[in-house]
């Protein structure tokens, strides 16, 4: 180790260092130690600074430690940094002379605690899973229509509060009783526990549901627990299990006796049945309608024909038809006449263009006599004319 640069000795003849000689021994002291070492706690002030280095804080109930990440190895990085979550990172602990701080400079970050919980529930799982508590044979079926439901969660997460409008919106008539329970922390699977026991010992619910929204493996932990896998087991009541989201699964989804992928779904579950109900009364309304209304529509096409029929039987109706009959005679035979006229002036001898004539017409003799105009005048005797005169003798 490099001998650092004293100021002196004091009274004792201890050594005295300057700020600048202390400073370097510790960070060598540091060094040799704290060469590569492992730290796990919460992330506090993320933060990426315009040179691409990160800089955050791990915390836990009792002391803060200063973290570096060196843009090379934030490039590398594969997990997901941000404020509040729990992280192992690994580095060597150095001092900043110009503050007197020490940090540690990161080059490796993990995930705290996922492989130890992932192992911790496959043991369980495979545990259970010997002792039949997952056995289908066992699981009892979920009421088709549930009128009072239990519900073990926390009163004010978004969770219940789907539930219940769902409920409210499809079958107003179900009954929900809310145990209240933490979903998350230390004590949660036992409250959730206790919850299950305590319908069954005093509510007269149709059936249970245990649910939380979704979150990761640590926080949906509490119903991976033991205790409550053998509380839902031992339920006299059927219990659907709905944590998470679709691709979240918990062991009491594998004990429960229905596994419901989210609160939401298990809402719709219970209220399937009087939903299927009402659309079932809302068809048959229509159907109902629908053949009334053809009903109705046959019966007055009927009573039409009818009024048509009794009508024309009636004497009023023998008379209108007699009516119709004759006028239709009647104007055939003006047809006719009307025909034959015209052809009677298209023959007659005086008759001109346009019906108009172009003879004159003279009596003498008790005969008829006629000429064309302008052969000879209208008065002139007809025996003078001598031209374009014919006699027809009566």
Same mark, same amino acid.
């Given at each position: 180790?490099?001998?650092?640069?004293?100021?002196?000795?004091?009274?004792?003849?201890? +050594?005295?260092?300057t700020?600048?000689?202390?400073?370097?021994?510790?960070?060598?002291?540091?060094?040799?130690?704290?060469?590569?070492?492992?730290?796990?706690?919460?992330?506090?002030?993320?933060?990426?600074?315009?040179?691409?280095?990160?800089?955050?804080?791990?915390?836990? @109930?009792?002391?803060?430690?200063?973290?570096?990440?060196?843009?090379?190895?934030?490039?590398?990085?594969?997990?997901?940094?941000?404020?509040?979550?729990?992280?192992?990172?690994?580095g060597?602990?150095?001092?900043? !002379? !110009?503050?007197?701080?020490?940090?540690?400079?990161?080059?490796?970050?993990?995930?705290?605690?996922?492989?130890?919980?992932a192992?911790?529930?496959?043991?369980?799982?495979?545990?259970?899973?010997?002792?039949?508590?997952?056995?289908?044979?066992?699981?009892?079926?979920?009421?088709?229509? !549930?009128?009072?439901?239990?519900?073990?969660?926390?009163?004010?997460? +978004?969770?219940?509060?789907?539930?219940?409008?769902?409920?409210?919106?499809?079958?107003?008539?179900?009954?929900?009783?809310?145990?209240?329970?933490?979903?998350?922390?230390?004590?949660?699977?036992?409250?959730?526990?206790?919850?299950?026991r305590?319908?069954?010992?005093?509510?007269?619910?149709?059936?249970?549901?245990?649910?939380?929204?979704?979150?990761?493996?640590?926080?949906?932990?509490?119903?991976?627990?033991?205790?409550?896998?053998?509380?839902?087991?031992?339920?006299?009541?059927?219990?659907?299990?709905?944590?998470?989201?679709?691709?979240?699964?918990?062991?009491?989804?594998?004990?429960?006796?229905?596994?419901?992928?989210?609160?939401?779904?298990?809402?719709?579950?219970?209220?399937k049945? @009087?939903?299927?109900?009402?659309?079932?009364? @809302?068809?048959?309304?229509?159907?109902?309608?629908?053949?009334?209304?053809?009903?109705l529509?046959?019966?007055?096409?009927?009573?039409?024909?009818?009024?048509?029929?009794i009508?024309?039987?009636? !004497?009023?109706?023998?008379?209108?038809?007699?009516?119709?009959?004759?006028?239709?005679?009647?104007?055939?035979?003006?047809?006719?006449?009307?025909?034959?006229?015209?052809?009677?002036?298209?023959?007659?001898?005086?008759?001109?263009?346009?019906?108009?004539?172009?003879?004159?017409?003279?009596?003498y003799?008790?005969?008829?006599?006629?000429?064309?105009?302008?052969? +000879?005048?209208?008065?002139?005797?007809?025996?003078?004319?001598?031209a374009?005169?014919?006699?027809?003798?009566g």
């Amino acid at each position: 180790m490099k001998e650092p640069e004293l100021r002196g000795r004091g009274e004792a003849g201890e +050594a005295v260092y300057t700020v600048s000689a202390l400073t370097e021994e510790l960070k060598t002291l540091l060094h040799s130690t704290y060469r590569s070492i492992w730290v796990e706690g919460e992330v506090s002030g993320w933060k990426v600074s315009p040179s691409g280095h990160a800089y955050f804080n791990l915390k836990d @109930e009792n002391a803060l430690l200063a973290c570096v990440l060196w843009r090379s190895t934030l490039a590398r990085l594969k997990v997901k940094v941000q404020d509040g979550r729990k992280l192992r990172v690994r580095g060597g602990l150095d001092i900043y !002379p !110009p503050r007197g701080s020490y940090q540690l400079i990161v080059d490796l970050i993990q995930e705290t605690g996922e492989g130890e919980l992932a192992r911790l529930f496959e043991q369980l799982k495979r545990r259970l899973a010997a002792e039949g508590l997952f056995d289908p044979a066992r699981k009892r079926p979920i009421p088709a229509a !549930p009128r009072r439901v239990g519900l073990v969660t926390s009163p004010t997460g +978004a969770a219940v509060r789907d539930f219940l409008r769902i409920v409210r919106e499809h079958a107003s008539g179900i009954r929900v009783e809310i145990v209240p329970a933490s979903v998350q922390g230390k004590t949660a699977a036992r409250e959730i526990a206790d919850g299950v026991r305590l319908l069954n010992r005093l509510a007269e619910v149709d059936v249970i549901v245990v649910m939380r929204g979704g979150g990761s493996l640590e926080d949906l932990w509490a119903f991976n627990e033991e205790e409550l896998a053998r509380a839902i087991f031992a339920s006299r009541i059927p219990v659907i299990s709905a944590v998470g989201h679709e691709i979240d699964f918990t062991i009491s989804d594998f004990v429960a006796d229905l596994r419901e992928p989210t609160p939401t779904a298990a809402a719709h579950i219970i209220v399937k049945h @009087e939903r299927e109900m009402l659309l079932g009364v @809302e068809r048959a309304l229509a159907r109902m309608e629908n053949a009334a209304r053809s009903a109705l529509e046959l019966a007055r096409e009927r009573l039409l024909r009818l009024r048509g029929v009794i009508e024309m039987r009636s !004497p009023l109706g023998r008379v209108a038809l007699l009516r119709q009959n004759l006028d239709r005679l009647l104007s055939r035979q003006m047809d006719l006449v009307n025909a034959g006229l015209t052809a009677r002036r298209a023959a007659w001898p005086c008759a001109g263009r346009n019906g108009l004539p172009r003879c004159a017409v003279v009596c003498y003799n008790g005969g008829i006599a006629w000429a064309r105009r302008g052969a +000879a005048g209208v008065g002139q005797s007809a025996r003078d004319s001598g031209a374009g005169i014919r006699r027809l003798r009566g």
